[in-house]
């Protein structure tokens, strides 16, 4: 497998599992299989609707699944992105690629699904956006600057 592929999936794994963990246990009242269904259930309604309530245990592991595929597009796209960046930076890049995500995935790509749209208070939207830099943007830009510095 080649050098980049790999580090996409382990970056994107890396990614997608902080980023779900943290939706765990900031986002839910109790860490319940119940509640981590329900998180789950949240992003499966983006493509099958209110049919992802239905408690049926196939939408929760949709949602599972279409959280890491999400993860991996913005792996790639960050991939792509970071050429044309600086390799310094980190923490700009972490709070940027953060900032990003929580705009385009709330903005454009959740109006336009199925899933139910939320209106954010200021400080949860800037919540949001650390837990995004953080269990997203941090990995990324830490993977991607060890790759340039392992091609030099």
Do not use: C
Request: proline residues 5%; without cysteine; charged residues 10%.
């Amino acid at each position: 497998m080649p050098h980049t592929i790999k580090l996409i999936l382990i970056a994107g794994f890396i990614a997608g599992t902080l980023d779900a963990l943290a939706a765990v246990f900031f986002f839910t009242p109790a860490i319940t299989m119940e509640n981590i269904s329900k998180i789950f259930e949240g992003i499966a309604s983006g493509l099958f609707g209110k049919n992802a309530y239905s408690g049926n245990s196939f939408y929760p592991v949709a949602g599972l699944l279409l959280h890491y595929l999400i993860a991996f597009i913005w792996t790639v796209l960050y991939f792509i992105i970071s050429r044309f960046l600086p390799r310094n930076y980190i923490l700009l890049k972490s709070i940027g690629i953060g900032i990003v995500i929580f705009i385009v995935m709330n903005y454009v790509v959740v109006p336009l699904s199925q899933a139910p749209v939320f209106h954010y208070l200021v400080k949860d939207a800037i919540f949001s956006i650390l837990i995004l830099s953080v269990a997203i943007g941090l990995p990324l830009s830490l993977i991607i600057r060890k790759r340039s510095t392992d091609q030099e």
